[in-house]
DNA sequence: CGCACATATGTGCATGGTCCTCTATATGCA
DNA sequence: TGCATATAGAGGACCATGCACATATGTGCG
């Protein structure tokens, strides 16, 4: 849906290869999109049929040629449109929460194993969270605003408020579920 | 990816057609879940042809025939096997966080334009959830346990924790702007 | 020497999903 | 009278995604 965007706002910053591209996406916006590689390829070549961006060749010898790609500049219009559009938000789907509603059909241990399990990973998730390092603020990387660096930090910091939000409903409700079934 | 196992689910609790299902999923588990109509049809025909439900009909005056599908034992089996097997979470995909963390393409005004849209957008959603009331737990319905009652309402609890958190963080994130674009 | 892994780009296929449209009838509203 | 809405189901077009696989080459490890 919005895979063409993400990539858009990614390359405004610096022209890049899907191969590039595909790290970036997995490291840096990692918490909050995620896309496949042949999805990214995908993306790109579409992105170069409308003209939204375009491929560049740089053969180098003794590994496989590298397709940069750069935003043009209708390619910047349509990022700047769409970041301006309305955000019509996606319908939440939580399949975790899903299996919890219809867990009843389930002894009531294994209900505390599902609430465990999830436990777990929120909080493994949470410390890939913690463990973020950003450079101090008066020292930005070249190309960084201030306003970008301070978004960045939004970003985690989003991250990190409903990681910790998750694992104090799941606390909440383990013990709502002792008090039912001790 | 796993509508089938949410249709078994609301149907293993009581049989219904897809025109009640839809309201069903529309409504009580709206928060975490929505479908399409055309794919609940789709998904009950794939039920049926796999054995794991089954079709009724039900010829009425006046208005469109029903056809309530009930959950087959193998269909309560698939289930049972679902909730059971190890919940691998789905790629978190957040498209406001996305556009966010392009915006400092935007005039800040802009930025802070898209924090208010989601403040209300937000708190709307909290509302709806704040509004949505329980039996008493001394006069449960008839086929709900007391287990099923305590985590319909820690789904419900869940959306609250949620949505109270993403209100203080977009409270924090207004405050930060603040600091550095007066 | 063989094997795994990194670099770099792709194609093909199946799945799951949304949107739009069609078919019928009944009720209610202006 | 006409229009919207509710009831009930379904087909077609299209899209994004994900998995598996293909292609070539280089490096490091045991």
Redesign the interface.
């Known amino acids: 849906?919005?895979l063409r965007?993400?990539i858009l706002?990614i390359l405004?910053v610096k022209p890049m290869s899907g191969y590039e591209l595909k790290k970036v996406v997995d490291g840096s916006?990692g918490?909050?999109?995620?896309a496949d590689r042949s999805q990214i390829y995908r993306t790109l070549s579409a992105l170069v049929e409308e003209g939204l961006a375009s491929r560049g060749t740089v053969v180098q010898e003794g590994r496989p040629t590298l397709h940069p790609h750069t935003v043009t500049d209708a390619g910047l219009a349509e990022?700047?449109r769409?970041?301006?559009s309305?955000?019509q938000?996606?319908?939440?789907?939580?399949?975790?929460?899903?299996?919890?509603?219809?867990?009843?059909?389930?002894p009531?241990e294994?209900?505390r194993a599902?609430l465990d399990?999830?436990h777990r990973?929120v909080a493994e998730e949470l410390a890939e969270l913690e463990a973020i390092e950003f450079p101090p603020r008066d020292a930005l990387p070249e190309g960084v605003?201030?306003?970008?660096y301070?978004?960045?930090?939004?970003?985690r910091?989003?991250g990190l408020?409903?990681a910790?939000?998750?694992l104090?409903?799941i606390d909440?409700?383990r013990r709502?579920?002792e008090r039912?079934?001790p």
């Open positions: 849906m919005s965007h993400a706002g405004s916006v918490h909050f999109w995620t990022l700047d769409w970041l301006a309305p955000l938000a996606p319908p939440t789907r939580d399949a975790f929460l899903a299996r919890l509603f219809f867990a009843d059909r389930l009531p294994r209900v599902l399990a999830r990973e605003t201030e306003l970008g301070a978004l960045r930090e939004a970003a910091d989003h408020a409903h910790r939000a998750e104090a409903w909440a409700t709502r579920l039912i079934t």
